[in-house]
């Protein structure tokens, strides 16, 4: 006959296997609930990879693009609709239709809509001739490209296929008048790399201004809203490098280094009008040869 004690023992020892088998239970079903809700959160319904991932990654990849030059393909493996879109002058993205992120210092040019598994990403620098910024570039398909200048740059190249028209002229009178009614004709200098882009061909009323390979890349490349508030982060990034080296320029002088070369004065004068609007090859030309002048004379460079 087992005696009072040992029954309360055995009695214990079923309460704590009881206890334990509910906590197991119980432990169970909450990493049951919440893998389930990692699941839902991170795909949909017909397994797509959420808006917020692809938002994820495309940050963090506008983020490793922004100081290096290179051309690679997103492969989200799931198709995905991107719109990129410019709101109170800054630029900002959707994914699959999800609410907006907005594209914190970075200067995309993109189409209005891109849908695809696939997106390819490209960089290129900016130079007005220091560098003022990296432009990231992002697009799914090709362009008819009818160039009637003569331009041999890599990523236009490569953009050439069949889809939107788009022609490059040489031609320009301040009217967009030599292209056809809802096509993008961008008229380039090769000489001066002055553009203006006429968006939607012969009744473009405001052809927008534009500088430099890079961003002739980007008219190739955009729409108009996006391709305008592009610009205009790229005209806010140029004040901020225009003011660094005016500061430069202003400490080289107080120095009294060189205090015979009024290069620095020059430089600080014609950076504080510089604007992309006024922008041509001479001006450009300009600095480069005065940075010249100043590391042949034994002075510091400016940049």
């Not at 169970?28 to 609930?33: E, K, M, Q, R, T």
């Not at 012969?202 to 201004?209: F, L």
């Not at 009008?273 to 004379?297: H, P, Q, R, V």
């Amino acid at each position: 006959m087992a005696s009072a004690l040992d029954k309360k023992r055995i009695n214990k020892r079923g309460i704590a296997v009881t206890f334990n088998w509910i906590f197991s239970l119980v432990a169970g079903v909450l990493i049951f609930f919440f893998l389930v809700y990692f699941a839902v959160q991170n795909t949909d319904l017909f397994g797509n990879v959420t808006a917020r991932i692809v938002a994820e990654e495309l940050d963090i990849l506008f983020s490793g693009y922004e100081t290096i030059q290179t051309r690679s393909m997103l492969d989200f493996g799931k198709n995905v609709e991107l719109d990129f879109y410019c709101d109170d002058s800054t630029q900002k993205f959707k994914v699959n239709g999800e609410t907006g992120k907005t594209i914190w210092d970075k200067i995309i040019f993109s189409p209005d809509k891109i849908e695809s598994s696939k997106i390819n990403v490209a960089t290129a620098s900016w130079k007005v001739p220091f560098r003022v910024a990296n432009f990231i570039y992002i697009f799914d398909e090709k362009y008819n490209i009818k160039d009637d200048v003569g331009i041999n740059i890599g990523l236009i190249n490569n953009l050439k296929g069949s889809g939107k028209n788009v022609l490059i002229s040489p031609y320009f009178d301040g009217k967009c008048q030599n292209g056809e009614d809802g096509k993008k004709v961008i008229h380039y200098n090769k000489e001066t790399e002055e553009g203006y882009v006429c968006f939607d061909g012969k009744d473009d009323k405001s052809p927008v201004k534009f500088f430099g390979e890079a961003m002739l890349i980007g008219a190739v490349l955009s729409d108009k809203d996006n391709f305008e508030c592009a610009k205009n982060k790229a005209e806010e990034k140029l004040n901020i490098m225009k003011k660094v080296f005016a500061n430069k320029n202003n400490n080289l002088e107080d120095t009294g280094l060189c205090e015979e070369n009024s290069l620095y004065g020059r430089f600080t004068n014609k950076m504080n009008i510089l604007t992309i609007d006024l922008m041509n090859k001479n001006t450009i030309n300009s600095f480069e040869s005065w940075n010249k002048d100043l590391i042949a004379g034994g002075c510091a460079s400016v940049y």
